[in-house]
């Protein structure tokens, strides 16, 4: 189900590992830096997040129609018991939109032919922030195993509850997808541009975007209140952390290396 996504991955992690070597022979400013010395492990730990996202995922049960018949939304806390109500298609194909749209936001700095030295700097970045902020939303919904809000609403067919992502509802992976992309994108403009006075019109955007998506997944009876709020933050944090583990600065000594223990392979980050 997922092969064509890992062919793709592990294609752009040999792409990567043969061009890092060439870019550094380019001599240019540029606010970021990569090497193989650190987003290789970074994206390897992202694909075994991922991977093991989707193995744990595998592995919920759905839940029956016994389970079910006794659920009661009066269960539910009152600050997110109002999404139990909403199930709408057209919110739903409208996160959709959104959420596959952000995955080029930080693309779009490329239409400026000076940044487009730096395609696979920033490229290598996206990436990253995919894998790991997909990788832990999936863990955590695996984990959590909380049930949607239309698992709740009478008016929803029990064909619908019995489907197994029916119990991945915390926390919201559009919205963690399009708040790591939009804070992503935001932080990159911020540094490419830091004189730019559109600063505040695309960090407004950066919260303004996934905020929406998690309305209409709220609205589409995908996801609670919390759901969302939790999926924006975890996302934020993510799209803000990758590129500050790639600022180029004299005083920034982050490393991240590969290690072997007793019982496989350890991450170590040297800050």
């Not at 000076?114 to 997909?134: C, F, G, H, P, R």
Request: charged fraction near 20%; aromatic fraction near 12%; glycine fraction near 6%.
């Amino acid at each position: 189900m997922y092969t064509k996504q890992f062919i793709f991955l592990f294609a752009f992690c040999f792409f990567s590992s043969q061009i890092f070597c060439q870019q550094k022979k380019e001599e240019h400013i540029s606010p970021y830096e990569i090497s193989r010395q650190k987003d290789l492990p970074l994206i390897g730990v992202g694909i075994g997040l991922k991977i093991t996202g989707e193995i744990l995922k595998g592995k919920v049960q759905s839940l029956t129609a016994e389970q079910i018949l006794r659920l009661n939304k009066s269960d539910i806390n009152t600050f997110d018991r109002s999404a139990t109500d909403n199930y709408s298609g057209k919110a739903r194909d409208a996160s959709d939109v959104f959420q596959y749209g952000s995955y080029g936001f930080s693309l779009l700095l490329l239409l400026d032919k000076k940044n487009q030295k730096d395609y696979l700097t920033i490229s290598t970045m996206a990436v990253e922030v995919w894998l790991i902020n997909s990788g832990l939303t999936d863990i955590t919904k695996s984990f959590v195993k909380r049930n949607r809000p239309f698992v709740f609403n009478p008016n929803v067919p029990i064909e619908e509850k019995m489907k197994m992502s029916s119990r991945l509802s915390f926390y919201s992976g559009h919205t963690s997808k399009v708040a790591s992309m939009s804070f992503l994108t935001a932080k990159l403009f911020s540094d490419y541009y830091p004189d730019s006075k559109w600063k505040p019109v695309v960090w407004t955007t950066a919260v303004l975007l996934p905020a929406t998506t998690g309305f209409l997944r709220y609205k589409g009876g995908k996801h609670y209140p919390s759901d969302v709020i939790v999926g924006l933050t975890a996302g934020a944090l993510v799209g803000l952390a990758i590129p500050a583990l790639h600022c180029r600065s004299k005083n920034n000594k982050i490393s991240l290396s590969v290690l072997p223990t007793n019982e496989g392979l350890g991450f170590v980050m040297r800050w």
